[in-house]
């Protein structure tokens, strides 16, 4: 671990704790519980690291020494300061200082510090919390009790001091800490050993000396490569390590625009610009290729039993249930990285952009401040666009996104502002593009582009088609579509329903009076779900419907899995899981089980199947959305199904009425039309021109789906 080996490190915890329970040895199991704690919480897992943690406590000898108490209250802190914050840890931070002072006050051979531990660990999360003073006092404790001590851990201190002044603007004394620290590299035992590389950057471009900046940037991005082709091969831990690496590709990016430019170094730039982007679903789709034979059957048996307890947690808080939940989800965490450790990813993307047409553009946003920018590839070569700082651009995008929902009078006018202000100096000669390829950033991911307004007449689906894709580093569209439609519609939600298999209650639930209610979670039927889904299947020409008490995860992987359909059509429920705990955003809900809990299919089950299809559509309430990361995008149901295998994903942005039928009765006949025409089909713009279809068929009818709010809420993400 202290190499950033990460992989290496979780496999040889994994088989150190496997042999200290076989063993009986509670002391080595909980510290082995701890340093998986430990290395969770550097990832950002804080629901993995609490469940290692309290593993650690339940192994706890009452004797256990000095040493071991002071890591469980460190850790414990630490999870306590990221939950709710940093007052509502103090208590155990003051126990492992006062502890670390005990251990240091005995008779010890080692000068090692264990109070100075202590000051780093609350100064370091005092830091992450932008308590900027107290982070300092503490870091200058531990630098003062190593000093007396002639701690040889001394040059710990270094990086952390020169942070902190950073932060505090004191370029010098920072200055002067990280070149102790950069002298002193072999012997650091960096997390991110990329870090002192990156501080010598930033503060070069404080004192404006920008060429030594962009070059110890990119000295940085290169040990960077190297540290995260070591990261543990599972999606949550790569998407964890792309936001860590975010501001260093803001910062080289935001010193390249500084520079005078010249088309080599343009080029460059956009290389690494697109790298800077989903990395992490790159090198999952890389490594995807059959991880689902190497999950053990075990598996599939913890994934329906975390959904089960999931749905228990979303009508009822139980801290019991959460712990046994939060237990089982870290399984399969560590299942899914035993599956991923085959794979040898390269710490590199390798940019793939291929041939563009005369109408084609790829628009690549980077959000900063104070200026953002848009970067416009066509088949002549590349522009660059300097737009407004990130924080404008997502209030403009908001707004316009609430304008759009609301059916608002100002709709045009906010579409025109948005439309005006993302596209800068560029705005005409992107406009001549007809096929849009976009590359998102923070803050613009929830943007309906279909409804920007170019004039007060025309909207942008009116002239163009739009494909949402994560980054150009990305294999692009291959499969024809052609082959059979699944689709699932008109679920079973609610005990109330009357296909729902009811037993024989007992007697005093049988009287006039009774007040039991119905356990479980319950959602409302979506009657028009199965209309809908009869529809599409009619418009493709075969499938094959699951409804009722057939629509459930297990019926749907199996015939993914034995028929692998060409289409999945899912009119179902989307709602939130992350009231139960769950680290997946979105799950879509399918018909109850019998215990009457409701199921639900979200990203850890549609990255667990061997393939999937190649186009899939969620007719269901804001299947889009997800938790945006920096440097990664959007993580929920759209990118777990490309993750999957999938070229095309249809999602909604808010919420979609349970009357889209005849919008997706010309979707699909636009779809089968081109398939038929084209035997590989249009390439990657088939699909997101079928949507354009069935948005303008909308918009020019003579009824409420003429509204953006109806046909503006469906968004096509792709490849690349």
């Known amino acids: 671990m202290a190499l950033g080996r990460f992989r290496d490190a979780l496999t040889t915890y994994q088989q150190a704790r496997a042999y ?150 004191d370029f010098p004394r920072a200055q002067l800490w990280n070149e102790r620290a950069s002298q002193g590299a072999a012997n650091l035992r960096l997390r991110k050993p990329w870090t002192t590389l990156h501080r010598r950057g930033q503060i070069a471009a404080a004192q404006g000396d920008r060429k030594a900046a962009l070059a110890a940037f990119e000295k940085a991005l290169d040990e960077a490569r190297r540290w995260r082709s070591g990261v543990i091969p599972a999606d949550q831990f790569r998407s964890n390590a792309e936001v860590e690496l975010s501001d260093l590709f803001d910062d080289y990016l935001r010193i390249a625009q500084a520079l005078p430019p010249s088309v080599h170094f343009q080029q460059k730039t956009f290389q690494i610009l697109q790298e800077s982007h989903a990395w992490s679903l790159q090198t999952q789709l890389e490594l995807s290729a059959g991880i689902s034979e190497r999950l053990p059957p075990a598996y599939h048996q913890e994934l329906a039993k975390v959904r089960q307890l999931e749905s228990r947690l979303l009508s009822e808080q139980n801290p019991v249930v959460r712990a046994d939940a939060d237990q089982r ?102 406009l001549a593009l007809t096929d849009w390829r976009i590359v998102l950033d923070d803050g613009l991911f929830d943007i309906p582009f279909a409804a920007l307004s170019v004039n007060e007449r025309e909207f942008l ?55 039991a209610s119905l356990p479980g979670f319950q959602l409302p039927r979506l009657p028009s779900s199965l209309i809908e889904t009869k529809q599409a299947m009619a418009a493709w020409g075969s499938g094959r419907l699951l409804t009722g008490s057939t629509a459930t995860n297990d019926e749907l992987s199996r015939l993914l899995r034995v028929e692998a359909p060409t289409v999945l059509h899912l009119a179902t429920h989307a709602i939130p899981l992350t009231a139960a705990g769950a680290s997946e955003e979105v799950g879509l809900v ?60 249809v999602a909604s942005y808010w919420p979609v009425l349970d009357d889209a039928g005849p919008f997706f009765t010309t979707f699909y006949h636009h779809v089968a039309q081109d398939a038929a025409m084209n035997p590989p089909g249009r390439g990657r713009f088939a699909v997101a021109a079928a949507l354009r279809h069935a948005q303008q068929t909308c918009r020019r009818s003579d009824s409420f789906r003429a509204q953006p709010r109806y046909w503006a809420g469906f968004f096509v993400a792709g490849k690349g």
Not at 43 to 62: E, K, M
Not at 89 to 108: E, H, K, M
Not at 141 to 157: K, M, V
């Open 590 to 649: 399918m018909s109850l089980g019998p215990d009457g809990q409701a199921r639900f299919f979200a990203q850890r089950d549609i990255m667990a199947l061997r393939s999937a299809p190649a186009l899939v559509v969620m007719s269901a309430c804001q299947s889009g959305q997800g938790e945006q990361r920096p440097g990664v995008g959007v993580v929920g149901l759209t990118r777990a199904w490309l993750i999957a295998g999938s070229e095309n994903v």
């Open 461 to 515: 689906v009116d002239n163009h088609t739009v494909l949402q894709v994560p980054t150009l580093g990305v294999s692009a569209a291959s499969k024809p579509l052609h082959g059979s439609l699944l689709g699932v519609g008109d679920p079973i939600f609610n005990q109330a329903d009357p296909r729902f298999p009811k037993s024989i209650p007992p007697f005093w639930q049988q009287w006039p009076f009774s007040t």
């Open 329 to 430: 989800r870290r399984n399969l965490l560590e299942m899914e990285a035993a599956a991923g450790m085959p794979a040898q990813i390269s710490g590199r993307a390798e940019l793939r952009i291929g041939q563009l047409s005369p109408t084609e553009g790829v628009l690549t946003f980077h959000t900063d401040e104070p200026t953002s920018q848009l970067w416009l590839l066509t088949h002549r070569g590349i522009q660059v666009a300097r737009l407004p700082g990130r924080r404008e651009l997502a209030a403009a995008a908001l707004a316009f996104h609430q304008s759009v929902y609301r059916n608002s009078s100002t709709l045009h006018s906010d579409g025109q502002r948005l439309l005006n202000l993302l596209l800068g100096d560029l705005r005409e000669s992107t």
């Open 20 to 169: 200290a329970q076989k063993s009986g040895d509670h002391q080595t199991s909980q510290t082995i519980h701890l340093a998986l704690a430990n290395l969770y919480l550097a990832f950002g897992d804080r629901a993995a690291a609490a469940s290692a943690a309290r593993q650690g406590l339940d192994a706890l000898d009452q004797k256990a020494d000095l040493p071991r108490q002071m890591s469980i209250r460190l850790i414990l802190g630490r999870l306590k300061a990221r939950e709710k914050g940093l007052d509502a840890s103090l208590s155990y931070f003051r126990d492992s200082i006062a502890i670390g002072q005990t251990i240091d006050a005995a008779p010890n051979p080692s000068k090692q510090s264990h109070e100075a531990d202590a000051w780093d660990n609350f100064g370091f999360e005092a830091q992450q919390l932008k308590q900027i003073a107290l982070a300092e006092d503490a870091y200058c404790r531990a630098w003062r009790l190593r000093t007396i001590r002639l701690d040889p851990r001394l040059i710990q201190s270094y990086p952390l001091l020169a942070r902190i002044y950073y932060d505090r603007k």
